[in-house]
């Protein structure tokens, strides 16, 4: 037996060889003692059982029995068991152990977020005063949880030899192809897993960058994220005269999270609070659900918003008008929101400014399209060759 962490959030115990009544006993010391660090650690244990030839019904189901009963709740998870094995997982009631069909898949599910996805967490609350280096922090604790995870799936897949291996393969992928690391991460996690050896995406067709005003004007490169992002939240502003904008797109890889990715005009409290949105009554959480544009024209006149989070953060940041407007995919898909904030309440935005806003997003939104299945599948592709060549 052998324990490996592979994530800020996990920790492999590999078992291997036969597990009979008198390996019970090992095996079931190091469960105890596999199952008190990860607690300690704030992690979830994973227990590969790839290399289990052959186990005993009777000290498998009692060393397991004995040790998770009462982890219903955050059940250990159980990864490459043989038919057997999952015979005996399936048969027996564990309620404290989850089979997951691959280390991968379970990787996968250690996702960090400890909330029930259908009571989505309200968006950190603003911090006190001196409050500039606990944002940075907590903006490295939100990407750090998804590389972690993207870690552990390329060391599952490739056969790294740990997370320092994983990371350096992830860094060489972000920087060959211009993507940003927690992007790749994402999806890392998020991709179905590679088709074939050789390729992650075989009989994929590179298609040239959609045609959109926003990239001839600007003339940026539309295979660089930052540019075209930033090119279109200065363009939001000016369209529309507004004192602020901002640009959530959606994160699959982050339960499917709205994460803050080009912003103007506003202070560090704000863009804290708002750098991850699940749902309402943030105003891109309401766009996003229901696929229109909304305009709220006095933040402190909606009582749920008022009260919430998001619109104290608004209000604090100056911001009494705000109007939101979906990216929508030529397919249907909403994959971002672009919010407008102004100074003073009510509605400003004429019929002619509110087609220039809606042609906008638009044109972002079919420009996102491609640049996922173009510019990040091209570096999955980069990472699946160097993970199959030892990294």
Not at 18 to 25: C, I, Q, R
Not at 33 to 61: I, K, N, P, Y
Request: a neutral charge.
């Amino acid at each position: 037996m052998t324990v490996q962490p592979v994530t800020d959030q996990a920790v492999v115990l590999r078992v291997s060889g036969t597990l009979d009544v008198h390996g019970a006993g090992a095996f079931g010391r190091e469960l105890d003692l596999g199952l008190r660090r990860a607690d300690e650690r704030g992690q979830r244990l994973v227990l590969d059982f790839s290399g289990v030839r052959h186990v005993s019904t009777r000290a498998l189901v009692d060393a397991l029995d004995a040790r998770t009963r009462h982890r219903a709740a955050g059940p250990v998870l159980v990864a490459g068991a043989t038919p057997q094995v999952c015979r005996v997982l399936t048969t027996a009631p564990l309620p404290g152990v989850r089979l997951c069909p691959s280390l991968e898949g379970a990787l996968t599910s250690v996702r960090g977020r400890s909330t029930d996805p259908a009571e989505p967490p309200e968006p950190y609350p603003p911090a006190e005063t001196g409050s500039e280096e606990i944002f940075g922090l907590r903006a490295k604790a939100r990407t750090s949880g998804i590389i972690g995870i993207a870690q552990g799936i390329l060391i599952a897949r490739y056969g790294l030899p740990g997370p320092a291996a994983a990371f350096t393969l992830l860094r060489a992928g972000s920087q060959h192809h211009n993507v940003p690391l927690r992007v790749l991460a994402s999806a890392v996690v998020s991709a179905p897993p590679p088709l074939t050896d050789e390729k992650w995406f075989p009989g994929r067709r590179h298609t040239p960058p959609p045609v959109a005003e926003l990239l001839l004007e600007e003339r940026v490169d539309p295979r660089d994220r930052r540019q075209v992002l930033r090119a279109a939240v200065y363009a939001a502003v000016t369209l529309a005269d507004a004192d602020a904008a901002e640009i959530h797109l959606t994160d699959t890889g982050q339960d499917g999270a709205l994460v803050l990715e080009a912003h103007h005009g506003l202070d560090a409290a704000y863009r804290d609070c708002l750098s991850q949105v699940f749902g309402p009554p943030a105003v891109c959480g309401c766009v996003r659900e229901a696929r229109r544009a909304v305009t709220v024209e006095d933040v402190a006149a909606e009582p749920d918003l008022a009260s919430h989070a998001a619109g104290r953060a608004a209000r604090a940041s100056g911001s009494r008008a705000l109007h939101g407007i979906p990216m929508i995919t030529d397919g249907g898909d909403c994959n971002g929101v672009i919010c407008l904030h102004r100074a003073e309440p009510g509605a400003w935005l004429s019929p002619g400014q509110q087609d220039a806003l809606d042609e906008l997003a638009r044109e972002l939104a079919d420009w996102r399209s491609w640049y996922r299945r173009t510019v990040v599948q091209d570096a999955l592709e980069y990472l699946h060759a160097r993970g199959r060549a030892g990294g």
